[in-house]
DNA sequence: TGGATATACTTGAGCAGTCAAGGAGGTGGC
DNA sequence: GCCACCTCCTTGACTGCTCAAGTATATCCA
């Protein structure tokens, strides 16, 4: 069933699948043990801080915070509740809309976001390295990676 | 942010590695929504009685099961409870080791898997498809990803 | 033989996410 | 102006994993 007439060997989608599921959990836990034991955030912290960062003012209604993250919203609710208690993030109301309650970086969370970049930076690089991953690997890989989570809004499936 | 070092787009480590968490939660939810509609399992379930299955006489040690699924023991223990309680596993003492309970796949569990199976590798072929993956991609994208996955799956499913 | 240590597994507490329900605020038809 | 409906967000109950601790069994070695 999995064999297929073609060069090569057959890439059997459903294998291929599974192996991503695993590498993707092996990298988390590689960016929580380094992002934790240095900064004490997880990496969905850091991936958090880092959208709002990369949005225009440090800030961003926890909607929109839902939607680049691939969460619901009361994950981000959730989420975001620990990065306001230790200061990193501030609720700040929006003026026109008094449903929105924006999440935005504080100086402070501007700054230990400076510093996980490294941490996370360099983990990454490790990571893909010590895979004997070459540049040239990871340029194909992230061209491929793109399209397959490009798919963020919902889709019917049956 | 984006540094350009000669040959292509620079190939950010860190980009790559946050595009790979994304891509894989898509991809978990994909298979979650339709193995759990059409079987009432999750993937996480059909990944355990997979490797199950691959073992010699459908049965294997937790701990073995633990290592081959990147779990801790107490989540195989926890995740086996479900399937034992609707009968797709058992629980079966080891004859020279009182403490080993091998987790055995039932008949009927053998053929519950057979139909996940199906569905599965659908649901994987229509992903990739779906996101213009080539096999030339596939074969590509499974080669990195199994360098990625540390402790790699190796055997063929079929 | 028996005590120290190692291994296999389970359990309690906790964390990160889900969904479903609900409150508060905005918007449009009449 | 009013009321139905929509959006933004939070909360409660749940799942599925983690770690730490505990139990039971096996093994090693004086």
Do not use: N, W
């Not at 590689?30 to 990496?43: M, N, P, T, Y």
């Not at 194909?140 to 919902?154: F, I, K, Y």
């Amino acid at each position: 069933m999995t064999e297929h007439t073609g060069t090569g060997p057959s890439p059997d989608p459903l294998d291929t699948a599974l192996r991503l599921v695993r590498a993707q959990t092996a990298l988390v836990k590689r960016f929580d043990a380094s992002l934790g034991g240095l900064h004490g955030v997880s990496l969905s912290d850091f991936t958090l801080l880092l959208h709002l960062a990369q949005a225009p003012g440090g800030r961003m209604r926890r909607v929109d915070l839902a939607e680049a993250l691939g969460l619901t919203a009361s994950g981000v609710t959730r989420g975001l509740a620990p990065l306001e208690r230790i200061g990193l993030v501030t609720r700040e109301a929006a003026a026109r809309d008094a449903r929105v309650a924006y999440a935005a970086l504080t100086p402070t969370g501007r700054d230990r976001l400076a510093e996980m970049l490294h941490t996370a930076r360099q983990v990454a690089a490790d990571h893909f390295a010590a895979e004997q991953c070459s540049p040239e690997d990871l340029t194909r890989l992230s061209a491929l990676l793109t399209r397959l989570g490009a798919t963020a809004p919902g889709q019917r499936i049956g």
